[in-house]
Nanobody, 125 residues
Framework: QVQLVESGGGLVQAGGSLRLSCAAS????????MGWFRQAPGKEREFVAA????????YYGDSVKGRFTISKDNAKDTVYLQMNSLKPEDTAVYYC??????????????????WGQGTQVIVSS
């Protein structure tokens, strides 16, 4: 199994930046794709970004395109989410997830087999 631990959340003003990290352990990190999701109070879990196992392909939700960047460092077993030009509507708990079964359907939470505990991001206006 895989264990995922997110970090890097916090409070930031609108227009600011944060970088989230997700450290993985338990399986060969380079062999599976990773995703980031977020969930705001009273809302469904929303797809944010994903990256293929090789890092060669990336995918983004419409609301974050052009502002967020996902990357993967296989040597450090870590996936990152660089978040720029943050908006109050980006406020949520952010979760990283691992696609261990190689589903390739990165947009759907059901495609992921392991989840981190989440890290809170609050963007003030």
């Amino acid at each position: 199994q895989v264990q995922l631990v997110e970090s890097g959340g916090g409070l930031v003003q609108a227009g600011g930046s944060l970088r989230l990290s997700c450290a993985a352990s338990g399986r060969t990190f380079s062999r599976y794709g990773m995703g980031w999701f977020r969930q705001a109070p009273g809302k469904e879990r929303e797809f944010v970004a994903a990256i293929s196992w090789s890092g060669g392909s990336t995918y983004y939700g419409d609301s974050v395109k052009g502002r967020f960047t996902i990357s993967k460092d296989n040597a450090k077993d870590t996936v990152y989410l660089q978040m720029n030009s943050l908006k109050p509507e980006d406020t949520a708990v952010y979760y990283c997830a691992a696609d261990l079964a190689y589903s390739g359907s990165y947009y759907y939470p059901s495609s992921y087999d392991a989840w981190g505990q989440g890290t809170q991001v609050i963007v003030s206006s």
